[in-house]
């Protein structure tokens, strides 16, 4: 199985949580989008300016695969696990750090973005080399996403 090289530690809130105690759904989807942050930090660099970043989420799939609750120390692991020529697929998951359970997947597709015409554009080089050497891609698609 692939390694994740970002791992995110998440603290979690009371407000994180619905009536029944369970990890609400909606907040999944905001954790995962922290450890891609995390995740673009260590592959591009720290000074990221997000004003600026030309990627574009354009397909999420979710996989719950058990409930999270509140005493639970968790972490977003995340890794590109494909590169096309306009796009590249991150997946993720969710963890209890005790355990080692994964308790939630996620991949997402996202496309690199022309700023100045708001078209998707081939991935450049740079970030192309970036991606993959982080995560000991070879700089071609991958079929390794997913669990």
């Known amino acids: 199985m692939p390694q994740f090289h970002c791992t995110t530690p998440v ?3 009371f407000s994180d949580f619905d009536s029944l105690g369970h990890l609400n759904n909606s907040v999944y989807f ?13 592959v591009r660099g ?5 004003h600026h970043v030309p990627v574009m989420i354009v397909n999420v799939n979710c996989n719950f695969q058990s409930q999270t609750y509140f005493n639970e120390t968790i972490a977003i692991n995340t890794r590109t696990c494909r ?3 306009k796009s590249f697929t991150l997946t993720q998951q969710l963890v209890n750090t ?4 994964v308790k939630c997947s996620c991949d ?7 700023l100045e015409c708001g078209q998707p554009a081939p991935i450049p080089a740079d970030w ?3 991606l993959a050497a982080f995560d000991h891609l070879q ?6 996403c997913g669990q």
């Open 108 to 114: 997402t597709v996202m496309v690199y973005i022309d």
């Open 98 to 101: 005790a355990t080692g359970e």
């Open 139 to 144: 700089d071609a698609p991958q079929s390794s």
């Open 46 to 50: 720290e000074n990221i300016d997000w």
């Open 128 to 130: 192309r080399h970036d």
């Open 11 to 13: 603290q979690l809130r």
């Open 30 to 42: 905001q954790l995962f989008d922290l450890g891609k942050s995390d995740y673009f930090n260590h």
């Open 83 to 85: 590169i096309g020529n």
